[in-house]
């Protein structure tokens, strides 16, 4: 029997036919997976941006509102926070300082489930030197 012009060679050459097509569909897993995760992290980043700025603004509308009552500032709190796309967590004052939690739900990208994040802030008066 004949081997040919390329002996052995040419018959292993033959046996990785189509292993292009495997190769070119893990590289386009690898992709997606990575695609998925960032838009995971990216929405990540962007709930806890906005649980931030509802918290700070909750904050500083229950200072606003601290002369009306401890009641009264943690109702004001909690509307702006409503408002705000998040749900008020606790609200404490302590004399003219409003100290805030606010969560943030969030759905996982690809049945991950619901996150949930949480962010503070608190609000008072200025003092002499700036912020207190």
Do not use: K, N, Y
């Amino acid at each position: 029997m004949r081997e040919g012009c390329l002996g052995r060679w040419g018959q292993r050459w033959r046996s990785d036919r189509g292993s292009g097509t495997v190769w070119v569909v893990a590289f386009m897993a690898v992709i997606w997976v990575g695609g998925v995760v960032a838009v995971g992290v990216g929405g990540i980043r962007a709930a806890r941006h906005r649980g931030d700025a509802a918290a700070d603004l909750a904050a500083l509308a229950g200072a606003a509102r601290v002369a009306d009552g401890s009641v009264a500032a943690c109702r004001e709190a909690r509307e702006i926070a409503r408002r705000s796309g998040a749900r008020m967590a606790g609200c404490v004052v302590r004399g003219e300082i409003v100290d805030v939690c606010v969560t943030v739900a969030l759905r996982a990208p690809v049945g991950g489930g619901a996150v949930r994040i949480e962010s503070r802030a608190r609000a008072g008066p200025a003092g002499r030197d700036g912020v207190t």
